[in-house]
């Protein structure tokens, strides 16, 4: 069969209309390939216009090959942060080890860093064009039968879909709504905050990584716009800060690093006027399953690996490959759900296969665990063992067999 006449047999099957709810990196993702073959796709965002915010995200290994196969990799690259490698630093910005992109490729510094908005956006920019967008509304409620889901939105619109994916990242309320009770929190005990201040001549091209005790410890990235990306991460057992306001936050960070020398003191001036600020506790997500009826999970929904793993994005644009290459395969969506769940398992596996130790042993609370860490950098950092030593830290980017479904493109 040619391959317009298996396409056009898979645009006659598969004319079903679908809801995507999220309009991130894995709603879009799942959109730009569903809109293109033929499905009547809506995608509804809470966030009143497209999000751009967030900061630098690494897209690795099958993530790097899908984008590849969206004609999108180049315009990925010529966005890239241009961050030369990683550097482990001390008080006073002595290098403890570097790990250098020249040198090792994919390593703390992935070869393909972008900003979380950009990413987003360049599925998003073209997508719009095919698929119906819809910001400011969310779901309410969602009616179940055999044919599909009569879906109550926030706005007062109900409307009937013969699917429904769920991409609203890691704190969705539809997955609350529609999975009660079936879904568990891995807590990797780490707060985190990211944001952007003014960046400084000396700031350089590599990011600088530097921890002190007390489980504390912050990393400095290079900006394409002039700015540094701040990265602060404290190692504590979670009180849900994720739920509280951004003043009590961003006082919270305030207070914990207000004795500290490095570059905490020009990071702690420009915290009250930062207006990009992202906040979260870093925790997992546990699903047993990703559908159910005409309901399916992706991406942080469904699993969320937490940027520790370094392939959230990753995993979000292989996810939506994935779900889509398998809707376009056949007209029963059980079958296709239990197809993406069948790729996907063994790949979320490996990114959410980061032991509990490792968070621990990056951010040390006593001066004899900051000695051990640094001692343990300044060997990794030497030649004969830096690829081994960041590919051991590392989730396996490839860890998925990329199915060829023939999609339109
Ligand atoms: C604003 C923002 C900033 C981020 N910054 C970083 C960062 O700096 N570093 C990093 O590693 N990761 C960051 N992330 C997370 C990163 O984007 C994801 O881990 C990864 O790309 C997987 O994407 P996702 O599409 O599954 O989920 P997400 O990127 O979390 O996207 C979920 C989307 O769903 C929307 N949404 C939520 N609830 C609903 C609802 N009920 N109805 C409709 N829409 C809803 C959200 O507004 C969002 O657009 C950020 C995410 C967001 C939303």
Redesign the pocket.
């Known amino acids: 069969m040619s391959a317009s006449h298996l396409n056009q047999t898979k645009t006659e099957m598969s004319r079903k209309n679908i809801l995507i709810?999220?309009?991130?990196?894995?709603?879009?993702?799942v959109a730009w390939w569903l809109s293109r073959q033929g499905f009547d796709v809506t995608v509804?965002?809470?966030?009143d216009s497209f999000?751009?915010?967030?900061?630098?995200?690494?897209v690795r290994g099958a993530g790097r090959e899908v984008l590849r196969r969206m004609g999108l990799e180049q315009q990925a690259m010529e966005l890239t942060t241009g961050e030369s490698g990683t550097d482990w630093v001390d008080e006073e910005n002595r290098v403890i080890a570097r790990f250098a992109v020249e040198d090792i490729g994919d390593g703390p510094t992935s070869e393909l860093e972008i900003?979380?908005?950009d990413?987003?956006r360049i599925i998003y920019e073209p997508t719009q064009q095919k698929a119906r967008y819809r910001f400011g509304?969310?779901?309410v409620k969602v009616d179940e039968d055999k044919t599909g889901s009569l879906v109550t939105f926030k706005s007062g619109i109900a409307e009937r879909y013969d699917v429904l994916v769920v991409?609203?990242?890691?704190?969705?309320?539809?997955r609350a709504l529609l999975f009660p009770g079936e879904y568990k929190m891995r807590y990797l005990d780490l707060t985190i905050a990211?944001f952007s201040i003014p960046g400084k001549e000396n700031d350089g091209k590599f990011a600088r990584q530097y921890n002190t005790t007390g489980g504390r410890g912050a990393t400095l990235k290079p900006g394409s716009d002039g700015n540094i990306?701040v990265?602060m991460g404290i190692h504590k057992v979670s009180e849900e800060e994720q739920k509280w306001g951004t003043e009590r936050q961003k006082q919270f960070l305030l207070d914990k690093f207000a004795h500290d020398g490095w570059e905490f003191p020009r990071i702690l001036k420009e915290i009250p006027k930062v207006q990009?600020f992202?906040f979260?506790v870093m925790r997992q997500v546990k699903m047993d399953r990703w559908s159910a009826g005409s309901v399916v999970l992706?991406?942080?929904?469904?699993w969320?690996?937490?940027?520790l793993s370094g392939i959230?994005?990753t995993?979000?644009?292989v996810?939506?490959y994935v779900l889509a290459g398998e809707l376009s395969k056949t007209d029963d969506h059980v079958a296709a759900f239990a197809a993406y769940e069948r790729i996907m398992r063994p790949f979320v596996k490996e990114g959410q296969g980061l032991p509990k130790i490792v968070p621990r042993l990056l951010w040390p609370h006593t001066r004899l665990g900051l000695a051990f860490l640094r001692t343990v950098m300044r060997l990794a950092g030497t030649r004969a063992v830096r690829k081994i030593f960041s590919t051991l830290f590392l989730r396996d980017s490839k860890k998925v067999e990329l199915p060829d479904y023939n999609l339109n493109t």
């Open positions: 709810t999220g309009a991130s990196v894995g709603g879009n993702t509804v965002e809470r966030a999000r751009d915010g967030g900061q630098n995200v690494d900003m979380r908005g990413i987003s509304d969310h779901i991409a609203e990242g890691v704190g969705s309320s539809t990211y990306r990265y990009d992202y979260d992706t991406g942080d929904a469904a969320c690996a937490t940027p959230g994005t995993l979000a644009i996810g939506g």
